[in-house]
């Protein structure tokens, strides 16, 4: 166990600093132990290598050495007889009573009945721990726990495990303590698993078991057991296959006219049982609930974009992939929204008996909770408890907990109230008489507070939708974004084995697209609103990567809710996106199509509306142009609250689309974007060039950009002797031996380093260059870790820390560019730190890095060759000076300075005035997102003149927005002047409360579970 530890200490130690320091969700509710537990548990739930479906199932399904205070005696219930088909026979009559008609009929195979094992579990009041079981005959070991069950309680128990792991021996700690508390006894089944044994075949199992109970068959150990002392109980997948059972029964019951079967030669009935308690159930197998996402950080189980990775990655076994081909370890792709699979969806819970739910803030929590409403409304008791800040089937994991206890007393007490018809242990109405309940049950106090879940119609809903519309319509589009129907299988890279839907305009996840114009109404009547009063304001978008000085107000509009994508349109090969969705969540949601923007900004947290509004160009640029050059059309606010759809390059609106791209929302607010996407690759096969002076580097850059197989080309200057211009190739082929080089992983080396050290002995010329092989996720955000070579800086500024491979792993959460960013304007040092993006034709670059080298001494240096576009335009675009030769006709080269500036304000405005001057004497230009100390009368002609600017403000009513030089420009005089907070100003101080801010944004969490990172082949 301990070697399998070792590799997690550098994750145990991150987690226990953000615990102590109380930066972390979990540390307000949970011990250390506990929070280090769950982080461990979730790092093996999803390994970066999984492994087989057969090697995890034998690793799981290992069975303890039974000693202790516990009975186990092991049944073996027979089949029916051949020939007896009553239990195909009601289960597939269940089967397609319940079919919705959305669900084809087929797709699956009745198995045959056969052979069911079961622990009978009780509590063996006075063995020791080590005590042994005696070696007797498995009836003998049932008489004697006979002796000590002092109650009717029998609880028939399905293990959890997501159907395809575990074991009835596994879960003895909990059927033990089940049977301690109830008094009574547990019947544990060992039902068939997936994938060998897909649907129904487990529900055949747990049917089979229900009725060994009622009418055991020959030979069997127990007397027939009454259904009201029966009670169904399990976890997780074990909590569906119990609830799935009764939702059989009930089907049956209302169907069956005589409310018999056939079972060992004689007709039975079908009674319900006493009831149903389950723990952490699983209700939606498409775990297409909000929940999976929003509450990974209190949970282990991994989300449902990690799933999908690690099932990508999962080596083939005997038993995976199956034949024939299904996308879901337990049932075909036909049956994913069947009510017996998918129990959310089920038509009616009426006439069931009383139900008990425990749940946590855990991955499940949406679909456990709607499950207790709609049994609710069908009339129902149900007991719903919700424990504060609890992970999974907590009580089973970290039984040690006050919580966990609690959550067993609560589970024991339903179940021996409405057997014996009392009251339970927490006499909270749990007993045969009493109301439902919905109670959330503190973390530490274990304070019960009322859940106000029994409100109808919800207010939390759209007008006119009910939430079974609701959630049917999430589980029909995860489905969607998971299988395909067999006429229209998309054509998908190799780094993709799961068919996707061929999903267009028409089929746009309806409540998506509701919500989205529900907020964009909102945000137009609060845009109309400053309007009408004459009052400018800001966009509050929730990000940043602009280093600009923010300018806090209280006349903003709130655009944060715009964070999703709506639609990835295969057959149309473009992305429906809100302008808050990051790159690598964009990245994230098209890469399982098959597909990628054509231009993707190295630092994933920059977004698409950012990138529309600003200025983003890339290594790709130099063929695809600015980002905006790959968006095809919007949906814009403009100032006076008028919702503009259909703003295009072409068109009505094309000088609004084209004045829009670059104004920094000037002319109104991005609100929708159809981003272009181009195929993927698996790999980005990469080259690495050495230069040894700065023309070579220059003319090495114009070499490759003509190159038709190259898809990315930039550069890296690390002095005038020593610079290495990079391009990328897009393939989906990599050499036999050899291993993918990887950027995002804490060990792995910073991309500038790694492109440094490559090419230090390297001779210049394309035929030295050496190659890699990059995962295109790794390559499109190579610069994340470190922020290019910014991340140095930050050693530079604690001096103290060393700049070591070992201080970059173990500082890793800190140095990527979303943390940066954030520490950077909480430590106030972005008003020294010069980060300057400078369009630059390319023929007086030479003379503009030796004039940085001299002035500013900033090293390395940036260069991207980007595709020119000419003015009006706020993108930046070159003119060449007078008496230079012209040799390119649409490209420029942008340079990027970025690093220390003077520590006097005065002398650091000084500088940039300086630069700004210089930059336009080289016939270059500024990109906008950074520092920009232009005077406007300086300002207004560098880009572009006025005049066509003024004229579209006019045009759309933006005269009450400020204008571009009003959001990019920074007053010399206040910057030098400014004073800095006391507490900034004393060195570290400054920087160690930048990093508290960043660490309160919690952003470490996203490229900590990002979905974009290589998890191997």
């Not at 098959?594 to 698409?608: D, K």
């Not at 890296?716 to 190739?729: A, D, N, P, Q, W």
């Not at 990002?1010 to 998890?1015: R, S």
Request: charged share 25%; proline share 8%.
């Amino acid at each position: 166990m301990l070697i399998e530890l070792l590799p997690k200490v550098p994750l145990m130690l991150r987690v226990a600093l953000l615990h102590m320091l109380r930066l972390s969700k979990q540390s307000k509710y949970l011990d250390l132990r506990t929070e280090l537990i769950i982080a461990v548990l979730r790092s093996f739930v999803n390994p970066s290598k999984p492994l087989s479906i057969t090697s995890t199932q034998r690793i799981t399904s290992q069975a303890p050495e039974i000693k202790g205070k516990i009975w186990i005696s092991t049944y073996a219930c027979p089949p029916p007889p051949p020939g007896e088909t009553g239990l195909q026979d009601a289960i597939s009559m269940a089967i397609q009573g319940l079919r919705n008609s959305k669900i084809p009929d087929g797709a699956y195979q009745m198995p045959e009945p056969a052979t069911v094992e079961a622990e009978w579990t009780g509590y063996r009041a006075d063995a020791t721990p080590e005590s042994r079981l005696p070696q007797v005959p498995e009836k003998e070991l049932y008489a004697e726990m006979m002796k000590e069950v002092k109650s009717p309680v029998t609880v028939l128990y399905f293990h959890g495990g997501a159907y395809f792991l575990l074991d009835p021996a596994t879960h003895r700690p909990t059927t033990k303590t089940l049977a301690k508390l109830t008094g009574g006894r547990v019947y544990s089944v060992r039902y068939r698993l997936a994938p060998q044994h897909p649907f129904p075949a487990a529900l055949m199992d747990a049917f089979m078991s229900y009725l060994a109970l009622l009418y055991p068959p020959e030979g069997a150990f127990h007397e027939p057991v009454k259904p009201e002392h029966i009670v169904f109980a399990g976890d997780s997948a074990g909590g569906n296959l119990s609830l799935a059972l009764l939702q059989l029964l009930l089907h049956l019951n209302r169907h069956n006219n005589h409310h018999l079967i056939q079972w060992h030669g004689t007709a039975r009935p079908l009674p319900l049982p006493a009831g149903v308690a389950v723990n952490s159930p699983w209700l939606d197998v498409t775990n297409s609930s909000p929940s999976h996402t929003q509450n990974a950080a209190f949970d282990y189980l991994p989300t449902p974009a990690q799933l999908l990775a690690s099932d990508r990655r999962r080596p083939p076994c005997p038993a995976w992939p199956a034949t024939p081909p299904r996308t879901h370890l337990y049932v075909a792709d036909a049956l994913l929204a069947h009510p017996l699979v998918t129990l959310v969806l089920a038509p009616s819970w009426a006439g069931a008996p009383p139900v008990y739910m425990c749940t946590g803030w855990e991955a499940l929590q949406d679909e456990d909770r709607y499950l207790a409403r709609r049994m609710w409304r069908d009339g129902v008791r149900v007991v719903l408890e919700e424990y504060e800040a609890m992970p999974h089937c907590f009580a089973l994991v970290v039984p040690w907990l006050r919580e966990a206890r609690r959550c067993m007393e609560g589970w024991a007490g339903f179940i021996r109230g409405i057997v014996e018809g009392v009251e339970g242990e927490k006499g909270k109405g749990v007993g045969t008489v009493g109301e439902s309940r919905f109670v959330l049950v503190k973390a530490r106090t274990l304070e019960e507070v009322r859940l106000d879940f029994d409100l109808d119609p919800r207010p939390d809903l759209p007008s006119g939708v009910s939430e079974e519309e609701v959630v049917e319509a999430r589980v029909w589009q995860m489905i969607r974004e998971r299988t395909v129907p067999e006429e229209g299988v998309a054509k998908l890279p190799k780094h993709r084995n799961v068919n996707l839907p061929l999903i267009t305009q028409n089929n746009i996840n309806k409540t998506k697209m509701d919500r989205h114009k529900a907020a964009v109404s909102k945000i137009a009547s609060a845009v109309r609103a400053f309007y009408q009063r004459n009052e400018p304001y800001r966009i509050f978008h929730g990000s940043t990567n602009s280093t600009r000085p923010r300018h806090p107000t209280t006349n903003h509009v709130d655009i944060s809710a715009l964070r999703n994508v709506l639609a990835v349109d295969t057959a149309r090969r473009v992305a429906l996106v809100e302008p808050n969705v990051p790159m690598d969540r964009l990245v994230e949601a098209t890469l399982p199509h098959g597909l990628v923007p054509p231009v993707v900004m190295e630092f994933p947290g920059i977004t698409a509306g950012g990138g529309f509004a600003g200025t983003a160009g890339e290594s790709s640029s130099f063929r695809e142009g600015f980002f905006d050059e790959t968006v095809g059309r919007v949906e814009m606010v403009l100032a006076d609250g008028t919702v503009v759809e259909d703003v295009a390059p072409r068109g009505d609106r094309a000088d609004l689309f084209r004045g829009a791209a670059g104004a920094v929302g000037t002319l109104g607010l991005t609100t929708l974007l159809e981003v272009r996407l181009m195929r993927a690759r698996r790999f980005v096969q990469t080259r690495y060039r050495r230069t040894r002076s700065v023309a070579e580097a220059v003319e090495t850059v114009r070499e490759e950009v003509r190159k038709a197989e190259n898809d990315y080309v930039d550069g890296i200057l690390f002095s005038k002797e020593h610079g290495v211009v990079v391009t990328g190739r897009l393939t989906d082929e990599k050499p036999d031996g050899v291993r993918p080089q990887t950027f995002s992983g804490p060990w792995d080396p910073w991309f500038y380093l790694h492109a440094r050290d490559k090419t230090a002995a390297a001779e210049s010329g394309a035929e030295n260059a050496p190659v890699d092989y990059v995962p295109l996720g790794e390559y499109l955000f190579r610069y994340d870790r470190g922020g290019f070579w910014v991340g140095r800086a930050a050693f530079e500024y604690f001096k103290f820390v060393p700049f070591t491979r070992f201080f970059r792993w173990f500082l890793d959460d800190f140095l990527h560019t979303r943390m940066m960013y954030r520490a950077l304007h909480g430590s106030g040092e972005s008003a020294r730190f010069v980060v300057q993006d400078i369009a630059m034709p390319f023929e007086t670059t030479e003379r503009f890095v030796d004039y940085t080298s001299s002035e500013l001494g900033i090293w390395p240096l940036w260069l991207c060759p980007l595709k020119r576009r000419g003015p009006p335009t706020f993108h930046p675009f070159t003119t060449l000076p007078e008496g230079v030769e012209k040799k390119e006709d649409d490209m420029m080269l942008n340079v990027g300075v970025w690093g220390w500036g003077p520590s006097d304000p005065a002398e650091f405005v000084k500088k940039n005035r300086e630069l700004e001057h210089k930059v336009r004497e080289l016939g270059g230009m500024k990109w906008l997102y950074a520092h920009t100390y232009y005077a406007q009368d300086e300002f207004w002609p560098i880009y572009g003149g006025r005049e066509w600017y003024d004229t579209l403000r006019q045009k759309y009513n933006a005269g009450t927005l400020p204008s571009v030089w009003d959001k990019v420009h920074v007053d010399p005089e206040a910057a030098s002047s400014k004073k800095r907070h006391w507490l900034k100003r004393q060195r570290p101080l400054g920087g160690f409360y930048g990093i508290y801010k960043s660490i309160q944004s919690k952003d470490y969490m996203l490229h900590r579970h990002a979905q974009w990172k290589w998890k191997g082949e």
